[in-house]
């Protein structure tokens, strides 16, 4: 049974940095695809970054590109999500996700497994 467990959420204020991890669990890690996923409140759901955790390609939405950064830790089958100046327009709950291969490094389609989300709520 496939499991994603996102920490590392929290409050910061404008221009601070938080670091989220996906802690993955029930499946071969290796060649899935991972994402971060956001949604605040009465918006839709937005794709942050993706990664292919065979080869580390990486994706970003353009409103992150050049602060977040998505990493991976294949030995301990976790994900990360480096978020740094932040600004009040990242607050929202924050998701991991993963999908079987084959896979697109992009956030454009449904991802078959889903944590249960980590609330980042940045203070201006």
């Known amino acids: 049974q496939v499991q994603l467990v996102e920490s590392g959420g929290g409050s910061v204020q404008a221009g601070g940095s938080l670091r989220l991890s996906c802690a993955a669990s029930?499946?071969?890690?290796?060649?899935?695809?991972m994402a971060w996923f956001r949604q605040a409140p009465g918006k839709e759901r937005e794709g942050v970054a993706a990664?292919?955790?065979?080869?580390?390609?990486?994706y970003y939405a353009g409103s992150v590109k050049g602060r977040f950064t998505i990493s991976q830790d294949n030995a301990k089958n976790t994900l990360y999500l480096q978020m740094n100046s932040l600004k009040p327009e990242d607050t929202a709950m924050y998701y991991c996700?993963?999908?079987?291969?084959?896979?697109?490094?992009?956030?454009?389609?449904?991802?078959?497994?889903w944590g249960q989300g980590t609330q980042v709520t940045v203070s201006s």
């Open positions: 996700a993963a999908h079987p291969p084959s896979c697109v490094v992009d956030v454009s389609y449904a991802y078959k497994y």
């Open positions: 029930g499946y071969t890690y290796n060649n899935y695809c």
């Open positions: 990664i292919a955790t065979g080869v580390g390609i990486t």
